[in-house]
């Protein structure tokens, strides 16, 4: 549903610009797109459904459902009559998070008073189409340091809960997750019809499955600093990821006596996506999921039920599969994860780089090369960008989307290969990356001209050199 995202987020492009383009999702709908938003509302609830249920009543295995149904061993009535209801401990659970991480999205932040270099309090966002820059509380990290203390505390200290009590209650949790995901995504709606933060951020198509699945208010805030875009991209998904983790790790030490180093592996790789992702919170602004997609059910309900129940599928399958690798394996696993994550954050580091200092900086400790670009914005004036041909830009347009996926495949490869459905992650990233790519470069085509003609010359590889 989203990148990377939770988080996974491309810049609207690589280079360094004068004034922001008006970007923002179409406003006509052709029949692919329509069919394309009828199927993902329809089935991607059963498709998270589906996945949660192989691995609590058939031990991770995708097969074996479809298989007892078609011979009539199973009915669809006893899979959902051994499914776990919402409970009260559930719902209060889930009420309880929500809310502690909407008091921590509303407190000043303070980290970057006392943590060198990193950036956080009031930021600015990127230009938006109808020319308005906000402001925003950047303080994600302060929020995951804070619940993961409190986490600690509590497993070592104060035992008020067990560390097992998200895997415990799991499934029940899916169906609150569900509820808040819709709610926000309708309220999300009617908001934009009758009361919107900004109408000229406003794109209605007309189509109302359209509308709704992909939004129609580009910033939708409540007051003057409650963003629904930073807080249901932030937080309480990616907060949660970690913690997520750490429950099933607690439950394998319940389970089995021991933590396998195949769980370690995917608590320490995800857990440096996601700190990176708060470390970094300031620059997530001026990316595509700010400053190009519009809030709708694609966010909302993507956010609360899509990324943290298919993000975390490999430490799922680990409680139920526990694998321990042999020394050899694990080291060659995190080697991976960690040059993809260094590929990842250093190709974007560049570009940061770069746009700070319009050109003026060292890549690779040369001076940078790049193409000078112009485009015309919506109202006929005339702009200027530079798209970067050094560095890992220079060995494709994408490089950061390819540690991307080298980070992706290392959580998979942490649980052998029994089965596919801790694979689905990378088969799902790949999908969307490779889709985020086309995407984006269309766009960058239409905007730019035979300026990108010259820039993808220059750089003729999107993903893999050699070969894509």
Known sequence: MKSSGGGRSGSVANGTER??????????????????????????????????????????????????????????????????????????????????????????????????????????????????????????????????????????YFHWFSPTIIFDNWIPLLWCANILGYAVSIFARIKASYFPSNANDCKFTGNFFYDFMMGVEFNPRIGKWFDFKLFFNGRPGIVAWTLINLSYAAKQQELYGQVTNSMILVNVLQAIYVLDFFWNEAWYLKTIDICHDHFGWYLGWGDCVWLPYLYTLQGLYLVYHPVQLATGNAVGILLLGLVGYYIFRMTNHQKDLFRRTNGNCKIWGEKPKYIECSYLSADGTKHYSKLLTSGFWGVARHFNYTGDLMGSLAYCLSCGFEHILPYFYIIYMTILLVHRCIRDEHRCSSKYGKDWKRYTDAVPYRLFPGFF
């Open 19 to 156: 004034s922001q383009a008006q970007w923002g999702r179409a406003w006509n709908v052709d029949w692919f797109s329509l069919a394309s938003v009828i199927f993902l509302l329809l089935f991607a609830p059963l498709i998270v459904y589906y996945f949660i249920m192989a691995c609590d009543q058939y031990s991770c295995s995708l097969t074996t459902p479809v298989m007892e149904l078609f011979m009539g061993k199973a009915s669809l009535s006893d899979i959902w009559e051994k499914t776990p209801p919402l409970t009260w401990t559930a719902a209060v659970l889930y009420t309880s998070w929500v809310t502690f991480q909407l008091v921590l999205y509303m407190l000043p932040d303070l980290c970057h008073k006392v943590i060198p270099l990193f950036r956080g309090g009031v930021q600015e966002g990127a230009v938006t189409p109808a020319g308005i820059v906000l402001k925003y509380e950047i303080n994600g990290l302060q929020a995951w340091l804070i619940t993961h203390a409190l986490w600690f505390a509590n497993a070592y």
